[in-house]
């Protein structure tokens, strides 16, 4: 043992429960200062957008006050981490650094290069998988190559067995005596003021580990038990609603996976809802093995050949996608949904994608920039995956041809148009036969429920059907 201090640096592992990082910490015998730093120098284009910011307050908020009760410290910083790390061993005389490992391009980079300058100063740097169930490098084809298709991709993850062990919560983390100074977390402005968009985020969403696991433990008492029957459906409460908590490290994914299997063996979730919920967990860990392996696709089309697709410009047709007024419920209301929860039900994050590039031939990287800047669960590896995997040009087995017609997916997903209702309160009153496509009812219907189409609510911005036909036609000419 040693009274020379170690360094933990935090990133998107927010949590005391199943932290490899922390647990080897504090293990090591040594006084521990815990790092966060807020770096938005080196991701460039994937500096953490608006809607993360209100949420990294909150958690950062959160895991402090459970520090303290670990005699705990938590020392935040801001800057590039390459200056700030080895800065920070200097002034402490720190003698190690743990962190658990991060998959972005742009991430590894900053880890290697301070890895590399600590080893060679003698510092001890311990790293561990703290995000995922597996690394992005250990599940390959049967030739040694990284999958681009899900499914034999699963098959293969289940394959390796059983999920290791989630680790015991660190209950004790002790700072030394002496810590280095820290930012004030208000200094960081993280909050948006005036205006204030993010009012409607509070009502929704607790940040911070107990609410990652209360949200656990709720949804596995209730919904978890009709997951694969309600999942589609956003007029019901099905979803997990983990993937913000994820995102932050709140929770595992070890947690996570060992919770739901747990609750299989009780008998508490059918196999089928349970299994059908472990498959998506999955999905995150075959977005990071992609994104992995092909650092490109942030910018570039996983296929090739869509390289040098055309995509419209078209500035109004975008802004009207963005603010929810195209003129179709369903996709109205998810982009409602968006700007004021932070966050939309994945089946109409589909159907708004869908619309975006094949109904409005807009590039797929608008809506993934969108999305980036106004979802609290905006990660990387996911966000990036499922645009490309929507816009046909990533890894996917049925490509660009596929194209959700919006009215037909909100009358077989919201069937009574409660969801549509919720989030553009001006169709409130029309019956259900008009709900999804208001342009088609008579006008005494209209007049009764308060709508003028034009003005109190848009008409549709395109035609579908049209919109369809030259979207087949574009992908028909780069075959």
Not at 12 to 17: A, C, H, I, P, V
Not at 314 to 320: R, S
């Amino acid at each position: 043992m040693t009274n020379k201090p170690a360094l933990l640096w935090l990133r998107e592992d927010l949590r005391f429960d199943d932290n490899p990082a922390m647990r080897a910490a504090a293990e090591s015998g040594r006084p521990v200062i815990c790092v966060y730093i807020l770096d938005d120098d080196t991701p460039g284009d994937q500096k953490m957008g608006a809607a993360q910011r209100w949420w990294l307050h909150h958690s950062l908020t959160a895991f402090k006050d459970d520090l303290k009760t670990r005699d705990g410290k938590l020392v935040l910083r801001r800057a590039d981490p390459r200056a700030i790390i080895p800065a920070l061993v200097e002034e402490t005389g720190a003698e190690a650094v743990f962190w658990n490992r991060r998959y972005m391009p742009w991430q590894t980079e900053v880890d290697s290069d301070i890895k590399a300058g600590l080893k060679d100063d003698d510092i001890e740097v311990t790293t561990c998988n703290g995000r995922l169930l597996y690394e992005p490098w250990e599940i390959k084809t049967k030739s040694g190559d990284p999958y681009r298709v899900f499914t034999p991709f699963w098959k293969s993850m289940q394959a390796m067995g059983d999920v290791r062990d989630a680790l015991p919560r660190v209950d004790a983390l002790k700072a030394p005596s002496k810590t280095p100074s820290t930012d004030r977390l208000s200094d960081w402005d993280l909050l948006p003021t005036k205006p204030d968009w993010a009012k409607g985020f509070g009502p929704v969403w607790t940040p911070g580990e107990k609410a990652a696991r209360a949200r656990l433990r709720n949804w596995l008492k209730g919904a978890a038990a009709d997951y694969a029957d309600l999942r589609n459906r956003p007029d019901r409460d099905g979803t997990s609603r983990l993937s913000p908590h994820l995102h932050f490290g709140e929770i595992s994914p070890v947690t996570v996976w060992h919770a739901v299997k747990e609750a299989i063996d009780k008998g508490t979730v059918p196999h089928k809802q349970g299994d059908t919920y472990l498959s998506e967990i999955a999905w995150r860990e075959f977005s990071y093995e992609l994104i992995y392996n092909n650092p490109k696709m942030f910018d570039e089309p996983l296929q090739e050949k869509f390289a040098n697709f055309e995509w419209h410009k078209d500035k109004n047709a975008l802004e009207a996608w963005q603010q929810g007024k195209t003129g179709y419920p369903i996709v109205d209301a998810g982009m409602r949904q968006l700007w004021t929860e932070g966050w939309m039900h994945n089946r109409v994050r589909m159907i708004v994608g869908s619309f975006l590039i094949k109904d409005l031939g807009i590039d797929w990287r608008e809506g993934m920039a969108w999305f980036w800047d106004t979802l609290v669960d905006a990660d990387p590896a996911n966000n990036t995956a499922q645009w490309q995997w929507v816009a046909g040009c990533g890894a996917d087995a049925q490509p660009f041809f596929r194209i959700f017609n919006p009215t037909s997916q909100a009358e077989k997903f919201d069937p009574e148009g409660d969801y549509i209702r919720k989030y553009v309160p001006e169709l409130k009153d029309l019956p259900k036969k008009y709900i999804h496509a208001p342009e088609k009812a008579p006008d005494e219907v209209l007049e009764k429920a308060g709508i003028t189409l034009g003005d109190t609510y848009p008409e549709p911005i395109v035609d579908h059907a049209k919109q369809r036909e030259e979207a087949l036609s574009r992908y028909n000419d780069i075959k």
